[in-house]
């Protein structure tokens, strides 16, 4: 073995893959009970690539702290330098999809905060997002990987306009490598253009819906502007009456986000404004406390 480590129940022994297989160029983690000697049917799941070398396992109580001079497969993600695994982590993590929202158009162009819920019984190392443009079981393009220590992304919505059928797939994961995937809600759309129409014919001026809906303290809303123009950005009461202005404006195109600072606004349902010379378009915005 390279490396070795001791718990009060079990033994870490890193091997290198010619002396468990000499046609293998990987190596391994196994474990052995201590006071027996016999593998353990739990072993971590961790494997170097190529002829890398473990020069380190580490144990701290139940928790393995394995380093190598090669990549690492940790569960099926990547890790280079220290990685760190939670023997004694059976459960798998949980995730949910919240938004984009079933039925949402999203512009391409326009900045729109992807979000999930993920959560483990003792912590979640990272998640990976994917988008399916043609249904729920794919293909799937790789939107963000190992994410961690928030539970958003911010993606600037690309092409190609992919109609009403486009899905938003999450796969979390936690320190021993186990991993749960959640797809949903949906479906929704990616479109090169959205708005309304008027006399001056079909426009692509967009609002994003704002994020968190509802919310206690402040949302930001993304908008994009299919031209140069005044731009104002307000948010209204239900009778209309502008109770805060956030844009007022000479904006160039492209897309744009603004904080909406709903902390100050009384509890109950408000719209957001967006205003440009000849055309409107609104979201709603629901306060709670």
């Known amino acids: 073995g390279n490396a070795l480590a001791v718990t009060d129940s079990r033994l870490y022994l890193g091997f290198s893959g010619a002396y468990l297989d000499p046609s293998s160029r990987k190596n391994s983690v196994l474990a052995f009970n201590a006071s027996t000697g016999a593998m353990e049917s739990w072993f971590p799941h961790v494997s170097t690539y190529y002829q890398g070398l473990f020069t380190v ?24 330098g ?5 023997p004694t ?25 992807l979000q999930w819920y993920a959560d483990d019984n003792q912590a979640v190392a990272s998640c990976d997002v994917y988008l399916s ?19 958003r992304y911010a993606w600037i919505v690309t092409p190609p306009a992919a109609g009403t059928n486009c899905w938003l797939r999450v796969d979390a994961r936690d320190y021993a490598g186990n991993k749960r995937t959640a797809i949903g809600p949906g479906p929704f759309g990616i479109a090169a253009t959205t708005g309304v129409g008027t006399e001056l014919g079909a426009v692509n001026l967009a609002l ?3 994020l968190p809906n509802p919310t206690s303290t402040d949302a930001t809303v993304s908008f994009l502007l299919p031209s140069a123009a005044h731009t104002r950005v307000g948010v209204l009461d239900v009778q209309g009456r502008e109770v805060a202005l956030l844009v007022d404006a000479d904006l160039p195109a492209g897309p744009h986000q603004t904080l909406v600072p709903a902390g100050v606004l009384s509890p109950g349902l408000y719209f957001l404004s967006l205003r440009v010379p000849g055309q409107e378009l609104t979201r709603r915005l629901m306060v709670i406390r």
């Open 57 to 80: 396992l580490l144990s701290h109580e139940a928790d393995l702290y394995v380093g190598g001079q090669a990549e690492m497969l940790v569960g099926d993600e990547l890790r280079t």
């Open 89 to 113: 982590d059976l459960q798998m993590p949980t995730v949910e999809v919240l938004s984009p929202g079933a039925g949402e158009s999203l512009v391409i162009g326009s900045r729109r905060q």
């Open 208 to 210: 994003g819906a704002p």
């Open 133 to 151: 443009r043609t249904g729920p079981t794919g293909p799937w393009e790789s939107l963000a990987t190992a994410v961690t220590g928030t539970d």
């Open 82 to 86: 220290l990685a760190m695994i939670r």
